[in-house]
Nanobody, 119 residues
């Protein structure tokens, strides 16, 4: 079992920045393991925001490219999401996601952290 603990959400004005952190209770066991962030706005489906694999490959979706950066501190089993130039449309609950294990991987979720961007 893996626990994911998120922090860093809050209220920020449009154009501002926030950094989310997600600490995992264990590290990756394979290059294909991954951690990342999803978000869910009110009355919308949960959507992928960014991921980073055990092999170090980082991916962000087009809607946040150039504004959000995902990074990882392997020594701390922690993933960060740096969010800059925030927009009202970024308002959502952000969920940390992790895929851990080898050869069988299992998915885990954090409890979610609210990000609210005001005009």
């Amino acid at each position: 079992q893996v626990q994911l603990v998120e922090s860093g959400g809050g209220l920020v004005q449009a154009g501002g920045s926030l950094r989310l952190s997600c600490a995992a209770s264990r590290g990756f066991l394979a290059p294909t393991n991954a951690m990342g962030w999803y978000r869910q706005a009110p009355e919308k489906q949960r959507e992928l925001v960014a991921t980073i694999t055990g092999g170090g490959t980082a991916t962000v979706v087009d809607s946040v490219k150039g504004r959000f950066t995902i990074s990882r501190d392997s020594a701390k089993n922690t993933v960060y999401l740096q969010m800059d130039s925030l927009r009202r449309g970024d308002t959502a609950v952000y969920y940390c996601y992790g895929r851990f294990g080898w050869p069988r991987a299992k998915d885990y979720w954090g409890q979610g952290t609210q990000v609210t961007v005001s005009s």
